[in-house]
Each structure stands twice: as structure tokens, then as C-alpha cells.
């Protein structure tokens, strides 16, 4: 199986940066999709961006839209979430997620096969 290790969550003020990596143990994936997805307290798992391994399209969802950018450097099998203009409403553990194929449905939960511990984002007001 694929291995996904998140790193770089925080504790951060309202208006901060931070970025997420998501790397991956194995090349199984080189041909997949990874995308971040996250979860507040009393919520559901939601997505917030996807992007096919090795370039291609990439998705961002509305609440996030403008404020973050996900990116990879496929060598490492690593893929990033640079989070700029952080709100309170960012709290959550984010969660990385991969697949060994396709990108359909990127945003439902079901469609990935491996997921990581996640990583926890906090922001204050």
C-alpha cells in the first residue's frame, strides 16, 4: 500500500501563511491524483484542492478559492497546500489523499484509496 506523511500544520493569527506537504512512501501514485481534504470539530470531511500527480488540471474548492494553491514536485512524491489569508474558519485537521488513478469525483471521499493521519491547523482570530 501507499504510505501518505502530512507535515507543516500550526498554529497561526487570522491573515498568516502556512504549507502543507503530503509526501508519498511509494511511486505507485505517479500516474494518480492527491488532493487535501479537511475536517472541523462537529463537521463533515471536506475537500479543499486536488491535483494530478506529475502536472495536469487542478481544483480548488469555493471557500478556499484565491487564498490557497496546491502544488507538487514530483520527484519527491510530495504534494504542497500553501495557505495564504488564513481565517478562523480554516481550523481543521487537513487530511492528504491519494489515488492511483483519474481525478473524476475528486471531491468525494469515497474515491480515494489512502489517506493520511492529517495535520492540524489552527487559527486565531
Known amino acids: 500500500q501507499v504510505d501518505l506523511v502530512e507535515s507543516g500544520g500550526g498554529s497561526v493569527q487570522a491573515g498568516g501563511s502556512l504549507r502543507l506537504s503530503c509526501t508519498a512512501s511509494?511511486?505507485?501514485?505517479?500516474?494518480?491524483?492527491m488532493a487535501w481534504f479537511r475536517q472541523a470539530p462537529g463537521k463533515e470531511r471536506e475537500p479543499v484542492a486536488g491535483?494530478?500527480?506529475?502536472?495536469?488540471?487542478?481544483y480548488v474548492a469555493d471557500p478556499v478559492k484565491g487564498r490557497f494553491t496546491i502544488s507538487q514536485d514530483y520527484a519527491k512524491l510530495t504534494v504542497y497546500l500553501q495557505m495564504d489569508s488564513l481565517m478562523p474558519e480554516d481550523t481543521a485537521m487537513y487530511y492528504c489523499?491519494?489515488?492511483?488513478?483519474?481525478?473524476?469525483?475528486?471531491?468525494?471521499?469515497?474515491?480515494?484509496?489512502?489517506w493520511g493521519q492529517g495535520t492540524q491547523v489552527t487559527v486565531s482570530s
Open positions: 491535483i494530478y500527480v506529475g502536472g495536469g488540471s487542478r
Open positions: 489523499a491519494a489515488r492511483n488513478s483519474g481525478g473524476s469525483r475528486w471531491a468525494e471521499t469515497g474515491v480515494y484509496r489512502y
Open positions: 511509494e511511486y505507485t501514485i505517479s500516474t494518480g491524483f
